[in-house]
């Protein structure tokens, strides 16, 4: 059932996040993600994730087929939405 409150172009919060402003929460969930995942390769001998990663692929075909399935298109989304430094 729709909610009868919400109208089609009626904005509820006009002072929420700017347009086009990042979403904190997902940088910092990125952060934490990254984080987490070189932790991880480093627990299992690799110097970072990318080790950790690549071993991980390199056990199973099908691995492969999730990496550029699954994985890499949401780097590239990443790396598009990012500034460079």
């Known amino acids: 059932m729709a909610n009868p409150n919400l109208v089609k ?8 996040r700017p347009r086009g402003s990042k979403n904190k929460f997902n940088k910092t969930m990125k952060e934490i993600i990254n984080t987490v995942a070189h932790k991880l390769g480093e627990r299992r001998g690799f110097k970072d994730a990318t080790g950790a990663l690549l071993d991980w692929i390199e056990r199973d075909p099908r691995h492969e ?21």
């Open 65 to 85: 087929v999730i990496f550029w399935k699954d994985i890499w298109p949401k780097l590239i989304a990443i790396r598009v939405e990012e500034p460079d430094d």
């Open 9 to 16: 172009g009626v904005v509820l919060n006009p002072h929420g």
